[in-house]
């Protein structure tokens, strides 16, 4: 079968970690992208979870408390000064 040529946009740092990835599983981009896209058709979508990362019960509540300012230092002159905060 004969191939196309295809062009994909992306940031150049993920190309270079994407192809640092693969290089270090024995693949190339073109290969790499093949295969997501064999993958895509297997599944018939995506071939991976997409979702949104909820924070957790506890995020929540930290998040709760510094919107309300409680439990909540600083600012710190210095690092020795967040550090015995912290130790408190």
Known sequence: MAKENMTIRMEPELKVQAAALFKSLGMDLSTATGIFYRQALRCHGLPFEVKIDEPNAVTYA???????????????????????ALNA
């Open 62 to 84: 930290a998040m709760k408390a510094a919107e309300k300012d409680e439990d909540v230092y600083g600012p710190f002159d210095s690092v020795a000064d967040l550090m015995e």
